[in-house]
Each structure stands twice: as structure tokens, then as C-alpha cells.
């Protein structure tokens, strides 16, 4: 029952030239309006490191001993994951149920496949009893089909990049010229009037567009660097009005998840619904795990082909994201790297911050997806410095083409295999590895 309602889900598509939440809002309004009846909510954009602050969120709320609800995206194997119903992923029936409540409703307003999720996650936390919410923006902020929540109790914004460029930076006299302070013109509409804006610090032009529309609408903001501030050694020392703190340093991968944590921590210091002990903050910053984020792979049928290799698998597909790549692995032996992207995805931009760590690449499609061509990555790679650059026709084959040079090369190092380019790449990798996400 519920693959027939995912099949009429995926022949959904965002209605070219339409922006706005008029949709949404109309849709929601058929079902009661549900957003209207959630628990104490936490609204988390950004361009990096978002999904990361939603886990941390959800983790230290459950170690205080409350239940949640959580809605992240994009998904990695199964759909289910976007919806986290009182701490466990939504079942198949109550899944089936909501999606075939939600399309039967719209059916006649040509909705998107963001607009019926959203409305169904809505519908499933308005039903479903729970302490708090913490809900992921798909796209931007302005327009994301999140973006009808009315009164969260706390707001936040992680990491700024330039990404999804047709969208965020497409002509439109409202907004700022600035490259940078156009993306944090969308991120900052999900702010709030009497709401906490909790931030991370950014360069002058972003941060001077976030407070200014924070202000016309009421929003409190608490920026990192001004209201808050947080660094990181062998611990993270936070540190706001309230006093100070020191968390334990996180367990994935990357030195960015401190950023990830801190934020978190500034979201709940900065609301006062529902309170959170810095012992339920540090035993949940040690528990959190978050899929496909520097995830370091279990053996399984996909890690087996290289036998004793570290496979690290990560989501990342823009700039930023490689750089925080590059950062964290840095220190590795030379890496072997397996890549796919999406075909609007800039190649060069992506494989330059990692391209002087990486001593072999192969470049394979990506399944069911409007990837790139794997000899056109491949070709740029070899332009960067990367050689061998060669492409496959899979995951598996790159692998054993790996283990073939390897041996042909008499290299007896230990070797770290880094699975990257596309969120998509990353879902494929999981399933294949039997570490389908829970």
C-alpha cells in the first residue's frame, strides 16, 4: 500500500516558475492546519551542517528524557527516513495512511513532492503526542514549504555557502546582490517575531541582511562571536549571558561538528520552553550519529573488497562542503577516492579542495539520477593534478580495479577509501553495504 502512494509522490515535481507558499497553505488548510498544533518546535536552515544541528537537537532533547519528533531531508534509502515519529522512523501503514490523506486533498492545486512531505510530516506530528520538534528547511527558507511554522520557540541558521544557484541566486528585485547575502536573504525568512535567531558568525554583507530582516520582523537574534561564543581543542568551551560550559568533543567525523554542536547548544541556551541540562547536552552530543556525514563504513559486502581499508562515506556535493572534507582528512595517508555528482553540480569547484589529499580516483554514475558523465569528472580530475583519474561503471567495479592497482603497485600502506560527490551516491553505498539507516 505505501509503494503506491510513493509512486504517486515521485511523479510529483516542483511546478516550474512557481515560488511561494500560497500552495502549502492551502493544502494545509484542507487538513485542519496541523502546523498549527505541534509541539515546541526547533527551524533549522542553512547551506552546511544543518541535518548535522537537527541531529544534535534531537539527541540531547532525548537524553533529557523527552520524546520528539524530527523532520530531515533528503532521504538516503528509504523515504521513511524524513519522518521521525516520537523517536523512531514512521511505519509503513501510518506512512501509506498520511501520503493518501495529503494527495487525495491537493490533488486539484498541482502541488509538489516538497509540498506533500511537508504536509504530511505535519499532519503525522499533529496526530502523534510528543515533548518537542525539530524540522530540517529543504531549500533556502523563504519559500521552503517548512516555512509556515508560526511560533517556533528557536530559529536557527548553520553554515552559509553558495549552492543551488538556479534557485537561491535567480533574479529577483527583492533581494541583495551580494552573492553570499542573497543566500542568507532566503535562509533568514524563517526567522520569527519574539523568536530567538540563533546563528553561526559570517562575513560582513550576510551578517548585515541577516540582522536587518531580523529586526523588521521582531526576531531576537543571538549571533556567534556576539551574543554566543563557542571554540573547540579537546573540548568544546561554550560560552553566552548564562555562563559557561564545557561538552565533550563529538563522535563523527570532522572538525565542523563542533560548529554543528555549538550551534545546537546556542538554539536550546536561547529559548526557554524546554529546558535541557548540560549533563543531557553532553551525553547527547556523545550518542548522536548522523548517516553519510564523514560515516565511517562497517564491514559489509561493500567495504569487504578492500580488505582492511578505511572507507569514510560523505553526502557533500558543493564547495564548502569539500573544504570541510579536506580539513578533516587531511592528516590521512593518500586517498583513494570514489565520486559521483549531479550534473549541476560544478565539478572543479567540488574536487578542487580535495584533489591535493587524493593519489587515485574513480569516477562512477550515479543510478536513476541526471548525473555526470564519469569521464567528464574524471577528465577534470586529471587536470587537477590527479593521477590516475579513471571512471567505472559502479561502485563494486571501482573497488576492484582499486584492489587491482593496489596490487600492482607492491603498495602495503594502509589505505582510505573516501566515497563522495552526491547524497544519492552516499543512499546507494549504505544499501549495498547493508547499513540501510534507522
Known sequence: MVQRELDRLAALSLPQGRFGLETIRAILARLGDPQKNLPPTFHVAGTNGKGSTCAYLRSMLETQGLTVHTATKPHLVRYNERIRVAGKLIDDAFLAELLKEVLDQSEDLNPSFFEVTTAATFLAFSRIPADACVIEVGLGGRFDATNVLERPVSCGIASLGIDHEAFLLREDPAAPAHPLARIAFEKVHIARRDCPLVTQSYPPEPTAEIVKHARAVGATVAMRGQEWAAHADTAIHYRDEAGELELPLPQLYGKHQADNVAL?????????????????????????????????????????????????????HNPDAAQAI????????????????????????????????????????????????????????????????????????ALKRLVAQIEADGDSRPQTVLICGSLYLAGEVLKLNNEIPQ
Open 264 to 316: 545546537a547548544v546556542a538554539m536550546l541556551r536561547h529559548q526557554t520552553t524546554i529546558q535541557v541540562t548540560p549533563e543531557a547536552m553532553a551525553a547527547g552530543i556523545r550518542a548522536t550519529s548522523w548517516p553519510a556525514r564523514l560515516q565511517s563504513l562497517a564491514i559489509g559486502p561493500i567495504t569487504e573488497i578492500v580488505p582492511g581499508a578505511e572507507f569514510i562515506l560523505d553526502g557533500g
Open 326 to 397: 579536506a580539513r578533516t582528512l587531511a592528516d590521512r595517508p593518500k586517498l583513494n577516492l570514489v565520486v559521483a555528482m549531479m550534473s549541476n553540480r560544478p565539478i572543479a569547484e567540488f574536487l578542487q579542495p580535495i584533489a591535493p589529499f587524493v593519489e587515485r580516483l574513480w569516477a562512477v554514475p550515479l543510478l536513476d539520477h541526471d548525473g555526470h558523465d564519469p569521464r567528464e569528472i574524471s577528465h577534470v580530475a586529471r587536470e587537477l593534478g590527479i593521477a590516475p583519474a579513471e571512471h567505472s561503471e559502479n561502485v563494486q567495479q
